[in-house]
């Protein structure tokens, strides 16, 4: 890659964010709720519009729950579990999820996915590959662990909304945690994350992680200092030492995925039309399809 800028979407984050936020009354010709595929192409034509990246990618789960990582931490999110293997989804929006794919295939704007690896992954090794500033569009606090200054990369997230979403940089991290993106895994495994089924260090809340951060820097170096902290802090890591190792790789972003050279070029119009038009007229995508057009093109 050169040094033009690449905008990296957490597609199930924003395709969840959509569904839930816009009403089931939007509907495609067959009467299903087609409101996550809309919602998601309004959430891209956005931030291309605004951003106005020369690469995009939509990243993929092809594993929502790697075994690698559950066999690391079993509770990994556990309680997100249907059945067997399979994550708990609306019916409503499992039905989108191909519609979304083809669209965004019909667009021709690069879904990226692989074997085993969550979305989170492919993000960060299409972030480390790249060589200008990269924007991480998402709603997980995890993916904070990449924001850097030197490539640039910051995360464009989208908790409080996408009308409302904010630039996380280092000085953000600072502000809102006291870490900055470099120590943002560390303090997430002390601190625990319920959504994922991590349970932290009992006791040890933001403050005091951020605190044991700034002070020995890193896991490692808490460690070597344990003898130092107070009693209560000293008992909970200590009774936490065969979780702490274990939670580190879970929430550590692979930067490493096997990914083949791909062309992340923004298209400037969809690539298979007629897919595309087929599918606004079925989907009754209407406005969300003029919108994403529009963005693609630069107008």
């Known amino acids: 890659m050169d040094g033009s800028s690449t905008l990296l979407f957490d597609s199930a984050s924003l395709f969840f964010r959509a569904f839930f936020g816009l009403p089931a009354s939007l509907t495609g ?17 956005r931030f291309i519009t605004e951003y106005r990246p020369e ?25 997100r579990v ?9 019916h409503d929006l499992n039905r989108q999820v191909p519609w979304i794919r083809a669209t965004l295939e019909a667009l021709g704007l ?3 996915g692989a074997l085993d690896y969550e979305a989170d992954d492919v993000i960060a090794t299409l ?16 993916l904070f662990q990449l924001v850097e200054p030197t490539r640039p990369t910051r995360v464009l997230y989208v908790a409080r909304g996408v009308s409302r979403h904010e630039r996380v940089d280092d000085a953000w ?46 896991l ?6 344990v003898g130092e902290l107070s009693p209560g802090v000293r008992r909970a890591l200590t009774a936490s030492v065969d979780y702490l190792g274990p939670a580190a790789q879970v929430v550590t972003a692979a930067t490493a995925v096997p990914l083949p050279d791909l062309d992340l070029t923004l298209p400037r119009a969809p690539r298979d039309p007629d ?9 009754n995508l209407g406005g969300s399809a003029q919108r994403i057009l529009a963005a693609l093109a630069g107008r």
């Not at 067997?84 to 609306?90: A, C, I, N």
């Not at 897919?275 to 989907?283: I, K, Q, R, V």
């Open 220 to 225: 490692a170096g808490i460690a070597a200092h």
């Open 29 to 45: 010709r067959t009467g299903e709720p087609v409101n996550a595929v809309r919602g998601l192409l309004d959430f891209l034509a």
């Open 110 to 112: 690069p879904v990226v």
């Open 275 to 283: 897919a595309f038009a087929h599918l606004s007229d079925e989907l």
């Open 127 to 142: 972030a480390r590959r790249a060589d200008g500033p990269v924007e991480v569009v998402t709603g997980d606090r995890d």
């Open 82 to 90: 249907a059945s067997g293997d399979v994550e708990e989804v609306p």
């Open 173 to 218: 991290l600072r502000a809102k945690y006291g870490v900055t993106g470099a120590d943002y895994v560390d303090f997430a495994v002390l601190r625990g994350d319920p959504s994922d089924g991590l349970p932290g260090v009992t006791g040890i809340g933001e403050k005091t992680a951020a605190s044991l951060i700034g002070r020995f820097g890193d």
């Open 55 to 79: 690469r995009v990618a939509c990243c993929w789960d092809e594993a929502w729950r790697p075994a690698w990582r559950v066999a690391l931490v079993p509770s990994y999110k556990a309680h």
